[in-house]
């Protein structure tokens, strides 16, 4: 529920990190559920299994309030114009 801001990895965003079922997940749990409907969510998550690893995760839920899958991911950048090559990485963790 962070903007993409979060990923430039700025200090002031890790205050916000949660455990894939933390506050965040919980409310969009409850508005799935209330509405019948499957909300994919991106949240900045703190992996407490992990050492605390911070995360830019992808939370699916579906309309019976379940959390039915989540992926943490990071982000490639590519040159238009060239191969599909990635020429950086950009490192989501904190």
């Excluded at 209330?34 to 830019?56: A, C, F, P, Q």
């Excluded at 959390?67 to 020429?87: A, H």
Aim: with cysteine; glycine share 6%.
């Amino acid at each position: 529920m962070m903007p993409f801001a979060f990923c430039t990895c700025e200090k002031r965003w890790c205050e916000f990190a949660e455990p894939v079922n933390g506050e965040s997940t919980q409310f969009l749990q409850e508005f799935a559920l209330k509405y019948n409907m499957v909300i994919i969510s991106s949240i900045l998550e703190r992996d407490i299994n992990h050492g605390g690893t911070l995360w830019n995760t992808a939370v699916i839920i579906g309309n019976h309030g379940n959390i039915i899958d989540s992926l943490e991911y990071c982000y490639f950048l590519f040159k238009l114009g060239t191969s599909m090559e990635p020429v950086a990485f950009v490192d989501c963790n904190c």
